[in-house]
């Protein structure tokens, strides 16, 4: 299990992989930040996800800890999210939506991908990815700017 040890006032958080692991973030140079705190699988203990660098074009790397007991705390998910949201279920289980443009420079056309908790394999997997489209928004800008 992973040791964390959340440094409030720095905002920051430390990580400490389990022993014997040759676990490593993919930049060690960058700081750890906390992102969310919360009860992401509805077990009545605070988990947090965590920003661990390697941003860019506005996603960064993210992994969720959840906590097992005191500040030991597993791995179940690490990957790239932006435009990040957070939903709950009827059962308190969070749900993690991340959304980005299908196509650069076309904010009309929006990829949204879902990852859900899988409780058999205690990790968070990709349960939907589809593409957004708002046609009639985008007929509207493409109108504006032929009239304009």
């Known amino acids: 299990m992973f040791i964390l040890n959340e440094e409030s006032s720095e905002n920051s958080v430390r990580i400490i992989p389990p022993k014997n692991s040759d676990f490593e973030f993919p930049d060690s140079s960058a700081k750890a930040e906390p992102y969310k705190n919360g009860d992401f699988n509805a077990d009545g203990k605070e988990d947090i996800l965590v920003c661990v660098g390697t941003c860019g074009t506005g996603a960064c790397l993210c992994s969720l800890f959840l906590n097992q007991y005191d500040n030991f705390y597993k791995l179940v998910f690490i990957d790239y999210l932006k435009n990040v949201e957070f939903n709950v279920d009827k059962n308190g289980i969070w749900t993690i939506e991340s959304s980005e443009e299908f196509e650069p420079y076309n904010p009309f056309k929006i990829q949204i991908t879902t ?3 899988d409780k058999s394999k205690y990790q968070y997997k ?9 046609k009639e928004v985008e007929q509207i800008m493409n109108e504006e700017k032929t009239n304009g």
């Open 115 to 117: 990852f859900k908790f």
């Open 126 to 134: 990709i349960d939907t990815i589809f593409v957004y489209c708002d």
